[in-house]
T-cell receptor, first 114, second 113 residues
């Protein structure tokens, strides 16, 4: 069954710490996305990619790096975590063609920066 | 860049009633508009999309799009307790070098038995 998985599901770190969030999709999709979800702001796009080695900047990229190592794997990196990055993070994937805009989401990672 | 606003913020409806949600967007040239459903502790799931002016019906769901007024609405007929969730409106955005969806902040629907 096609799926998007994320790890870890929960993460607590301290200010200034390094965090890597992982995402894997088995949908054979070209596009992958990282979002953060905060009360009052909804889902905001951090970075996205349309293939291995490609990276596009989203709406709220400051403080985040991302890397797409394969078609299946997309990583979000916080190199100097700050409390403002405490949030619920979602990864998603989508294909190409007529219905490419339908995005399939993972279960989310809750990150707390103390 | 596209902006998406949703109303109301929250909605309480009795079981069996119609739930009506609204969404406005800023660019009449926007491509497809999507509605996603998000249950607590889960990622959003796509419900229905629309591209052309007019309406589209799928089961208990009906979507109306009016590009001239930059407005789209979602109506859920015969609302069930399982429909209790956050509903997100999303508009396709053709950004530099790729494509993405711009999401609204959501409407929380609570269906009371």
């Amino acid at each position: 069954e096609a799926a998007v998985t994320q790890s870890p599901r929960n993460k607590v770190t301290v200010t200034g710490g390094n965090v890597t969030l992982s995402c894997r999709q088995t949908n054979s999709h070209n596009y992958m996305y990282w979002y953060r979800q905060d009360t009052g702001h909804g889902l905001r796009l951090i970075h996205y990619s349309y293939g291995a080695g490609n990276l596009q900047i989203g709406d709220v990229p400051d403080g985040y790096k991302a890397t797409r190592t394969t078609q299946e794997d997309f990583f979000l990196l916080l190199e100097l975590a700050s409390p403002s990055q405490t949030s619920l993070y979602f990864c998603a994937s989508s294909g190409t063609g007529v219905n490419y805009a339908e995005q399939f989401f993972g279960p989310g990672t809750r990150l707390t920066v103390l | 860049q596209e902006k998406v606003q949703q109303s109301p913020e929250s909605l309480i409806v009795p079981e069996g009633a119609m739930s009506s949600l609204n969404c406005t967007f800023s660019n009449s040239a926007s491509q497809s508009i999507w509605w996603y459903q998000q249950h607590p502790g889960k990622g959003p799931e796509a419900l229905i999309s629309i591209f052309s002016n007019g309406n589209k019906k799928e089961g208990r769901l009906t979507v109306y799009l009016n590009r001239a007024s930059l407005h789209v609405s979602l109506h859920i007929r015969d609302s069930q307790p399982s429909d209790s969730a956050v509903y997100l409106c999303a508009v396709r955005w053709e950004g530099q070098g790729g494509r993405a969806l711009i999401f609204g902040t959501g409407t929380t629907v609570s269906v009371s038995p």
